[in-house]
């Protein structure tokens, strides 16, 4: 009973400092521009992934456009993405396999999701919870510090983490939680010099 109500005050003040409403930082116009999206926001700002999609989406129109696509020429096309050779082999490999085996169809199975090239659970997750509003839980760098210091878990694998924030945190708040938390963790619960005397989460911190 400790552990709930402790969880559910933290999940009261993330709901009005950072609200209930839903918000995707990648800019995309469907499902198969913000696969690729992710698949480009690895070790990579968002910020930048958006410049870069800009004119990316332009030039590859389709899922069949990035299938086609050359593999030096999109290198250079993402290359400030960072290891944009991995990258771009992923992408035109996984846009194989969307066109020729699911019709230019993004699945919304965590199983189909995962058989695509360059998505693991993370990036299956962002597309679940964005596209397809199933509840799920993205462990990225933001929700895998944060939830450490709030002692909601004491894994460190990403996958554990998942699950047990799963255990925890309400089915309601799944997809909530990496919103506010990414932004919790830009503006004030940094990877390094964290703004403790700005957070009201301070009191909750296993590092305060």
Not at 17 to 24: A, D, H, M, T
Not at 71 to 77: I, S
Not at 181 to 202: M, N, S
Request: with cysteine.
């Amino acid at each position: 009973m400790a552990v709930k109500k402790r969880t559910k005050e933290i999940l009261e003040i993330l709901d009005d400092q950072y609200s209930v409403e839903y918000k995707c930082y990648l800019n995309h116009e469907n499902a198969w521009q913000l696969l690729i999206a992710t698949i480009l926001s690895a070790q990579c700002t968002d910020a930048r992934v958006n410049i870069i999609t800009k004119d990316l989406f332009v030039k590859y129109p389709s899922i069949e456009a990035f299938a086609n696509a050359e593999l030096t020429e999109l290198e250079q096309d993402i290359k400030q993405a960072g290891f944009f050779h991995n990258k771009a082999k992923n992408i035109i490999e996984c846009c194989k396999k969307l066109h020729y085996e699911f019709n230019d169809e993004v699945p919304s199975s965590i199983e189909e999701l995962t058989s695509l090239a360059g998505v693991g659970r993370k990036t299956a997750n962002v597309i679940r919870g964005n596209i397809y509003h199933i509840p799920s839980i993205v462990v990225d760098t933001h929700v895998k510090r944060i939830s450490n210091r709030l002692g909601l878990t004491d894994k460190t694998d990403p996958v554990a983490i998942e699950y047990d924030l799963m255990k925890k945190i309400p089915k309601d708040h799944w997809i909530l939680i990496n919103i506010q938390l990414i932004t919790f963790g830009r503006d004030i619960c940094k990877a390094i010099k964290p703004e403790c005397e700005r957070c009201r989460l301070r009191n909750y911190c296993r590092e305060y």
